[in-house]
């Protein structure tokens, strides 16, 4: 896909008149994925999560097996209709001339276009009752060359015929790039319904939508796990259901704001407090997602972040779900999670509670918040070596670990524990302390006035939490000779005096660049690890080397300097924590703050917005343009005419046209 756009496409093709559209996610990476969700829903598409709505399918996909695979592996069972031509060509019909001889003609059908919303719910199994003719009709711009085109026909379609629309300005036919075209049908085996209880079936379901959508079932050891990503379970009703007493409360809704009037889907763009009006809604979304983390279920990661965004910018407590479909990001199944938890007892979810009453996933968490273990290690240690706790790990696995993912079982319990933002203050002023150490040229004298090295604490306790996972701190300096290689001197100045015991990683990379903002190769896009900031930084275990040692008189007798450190070492009750040291040359120093300061999506639409918006490619090493045929891209600068800091950083968030917002409101979660 294309990573150009132009401003005059978007009033150029128009899907709004396509039926709803799924994106397969197959071979494509995941801001990948968001750049084609974007091209369609700019240009007026219906974009659906819900594979049982949509009736067009858009995949990087070439094989018609293929394409009835990836249906069925979301649940979606379909069949070819029987006598449809292989290569679904544009319907013909036969015209006889005189003397018997056939011609055949190209004809272009017309669309149904169905305009009621009698058939919205129709995917729940029950069928129209309107009578169709009533519907408009108006000639297609997808020719429809089959006949099934109700609510049971759909056709997946190669990627190569949006960029194809989006080079032409047009909506162009889609006989040619239909891949596989067919009906749903029933899951082999499915008991036939009963008429009588159709429809009181459907209202059952509905009811049980919320909490079975997210049910998971549990594993045997040694056996691969079913598919629990949301696209395998059976969906919720498209429609979020108003009950009568919403229609009836007499208590107005609030006034939306601007953000919510306007559809800004950009969480960069909205302001979100530490402490939102409904954080005890999005504490359950967020063991959701946490769920579709360890499934691996990428989609469904980025449409929870989504909506959790945009919940946790919603300046008003929630009293009917119909407030949360007029977000931005927000679907009928966050709606009637929503239902379920004002129902609730305790205000929780069932799916969010399978986190810790499920055996698999309780077992995959804890793997998952080892540090150097992702979800992918998690389950390979889970479902491939069938380790249930970290004893097994210790006993059965012990050498097959990295040296990173044995430090983070070693201290497994201790890097789990909440920093406090006093301890936070402390490592920053040992940190800072450190760097003047080892640079005593940066202080200069009483007359010049120079500060020294800058230390700067980002991350979650800038946004103003009480308690951090882990502490990040950035050093920085005007005189660029004082932050080439800085992070190396540090590290071991800290590691003399114990107070670091662990280097996890230490990258040189700015400084191996001549501190530059990273390059930007040819044909990048946002990949997975492209927006990886390439500055200096070293992420360390720390641990406050000072404490009460009775045996101190002991080691002076002891010959053997190095054995004494070590045997103190081990005999130190101070916890370890988790420390990043990154180190930025001033020239982007803003950039750095600000990259290392918004929680996770905040950061990611912060890139994405730099992109769409002005062709730049952002991170916190600085800011370049996107490269052309003709060359690099640009160096960008924004935060030239900043003194301080703070002054920096500001002018960083106006460039990039998103404004200035306080640290404590970019918590997207």
């Known amino acids: 896909m294309s990573t150009e756009t132009h401003p005059d496409d978007l009033d150029s093709a128009d899907f709004s008149s396509c039926p ?45 097996k293929r394409a009835a695979l990836e249906l069925r592996s979301r649940g979606l069972w379909t069949e070819e209709p029987a006598g449809l031509a292989r290569d679904y060509p544009a319907v013909k019909r036969r015209r006889v001339e005189e003397g018997g001889r056939a011609r055949v003609e190209d004809r272009a059908p017309d669309e149904v276009i169905d305009l009621s919303t009698e058939t919205e719910d129709e995917a729940d199994g029950v069928g129209s009752r ?41 909506l162009v036919p889609v006989d040619s790039f239909v891949v596989y075209q067919a009906v749903k049908v029933k899951r082999p085996g499915a008991k036939p319904a009963d008429p009588v209880n159709a429809v009181k079936g459907i209202l059952q379901r509905a009811k049980e939508d919320a909490s079975k959508a997210g049910t998971i079932v549990s594993t045997p050891p040694g056996r691969r796990p079913m598919d629990t990503s949301p696209s395998s379970q ?32 950009y969480a960069c763009l909205r302001s979100a407090p530490l402490h939102p009006p409904n954080e005890r809604f999005i504490s359950q979304l967020l063991k959701i997602r946490t769920i579709r983390e360890l499934t691996l279920d990428e989609i469904g990661v980025r449409a929870y972040s989504t909506s959790i965004a945009a919940i946790a910018a919603y300046p008003y407590s929630f009293r009917r779900g119909s407030e949360i479909l007029a977000l931005p990001g927000c679907e009928a199944k966050i709606a009637h999670l929503f239902a379920e938890f004002q129902q609730s007892e305790h205000g929780t979810l069932s799916a969010a509670d399978a986190l810790t009453t499920d055996p698999a996933l309780r077992d995959l968490h804890t793997f998952n918040q080892i540090w150097g273990v992702g979800p992918k290690t998690a389950r390979d240690f889970y479902y491939k070596r069938g380790w249930r706790d970290l004893d097994d790990i210790v006993e059965h696995g012990w050498d097959s670990l990295s040296r990173v993912q044995q430090i983070g079982v070693k201290f497994f319990d201790e890097l789990l524990t909440g ?75 800290l590691e003399a005096e114990g107070w670091i015991t662990h280097t996890l990683a230490l990258h040189t990379m700015a400084s191996s660049r001549d501190q530059q ?120 600068d924004l935060e030239g005419s900043g003194e301080t800091w703070e002054e920096r950083e500001r002018l960083v968030m106006e460039g990039l046209g998103v404004g200035w917002r306080l640290a404590g409101e970019r918590c997207s979660r």
Not at 236 to 262: C, D, F, G, I, M
Not at 436 to 450: I, T
């Open 130 to 170: 309107h009578d169709s003719g009533r519907h408009l009709k108006r000639p297609a711009p997808l020719s429809n060359s089959s006949p099934e085109s109700g609510a049971d026909g759909l056709r997946v379609v190669k990627l190569e015929w949006l960029n194809r629309c989006v080079e032409e300005r047009r």
């Open 419 to 493: 920093i406090p933002r006093t301890e936070s203050e402390e490592i920053a002023h040992t940190v800072r302390q450190h760097a003047n150490r080892v640079r005593p040229s940066a202080e200069g004298s009483p007359e010049n006035d120079a500060r020294g090295v800058e230390c700067i604490v980002v991350g979650g306790y800038r946004r103003g939490k009480e308690s951090s996972g882990d502490v990040d701190i950035i050093l920085s300096h005007p005189d660029e000779s004082t932050t080439q290689d800085l992070v190396v001197d540090v590290v071991a100045s």
């Open 517 to 636: 903002p990273r390059p930007v190769p040819h044909g990048d896009g946002l990949t997975s690890s492209s927006h990886f900031d390439h500055l200096d930084k070293a992420l360390v275990v720390w641990q406050d080397p000072h404490f009460d040692d009775d045996h101190h008189n002991d080691d002076d007798k002891n010959p053997d300097k190095e054995e004494c450190q070590r045997q103190r070492r081990k005999r130190n009750p101070n916890i370890h924590r988790r420390v990043d040291i990154i180190i930025s040359p001033w020239r982007t120093v803003g950039c750095a703050v600000l990259g290392w300061t918004g929680d996770t999506t905040f950061e990611r639409d912060l890139r994405r917005y730099a992109k769409k918006a002005h062709g730049w490619r952002f991170d916190s090493s600085g800011v370049r343009q996107y490269p052309t045929t003709t060359g690099q891209g640009a160096i960008v």
């Open 234 to 265: 059976r969906p919720p009703p498209k429609l979020y259901r108003q009950t009568t007493s919403e229609n009836e409360e007499a208590v107005p809704l609030p006034p939306a704001p601007s953000w919510v009037k306007e559809r800004v889907m």
């Open 20 to 64: 709803p559209i799924f994106v397969l996610p197959t071979h494509l990476s995941l801001d990948e994925l968001h750049e084609v969700e974007e091209h369609l829903t700019q240009r007026g598409a219906q974009l659906t999560y819900n594979v049982a709505e949509a009736q067009l399918f858009l995949g990087n996909i070439s094989q018609k």
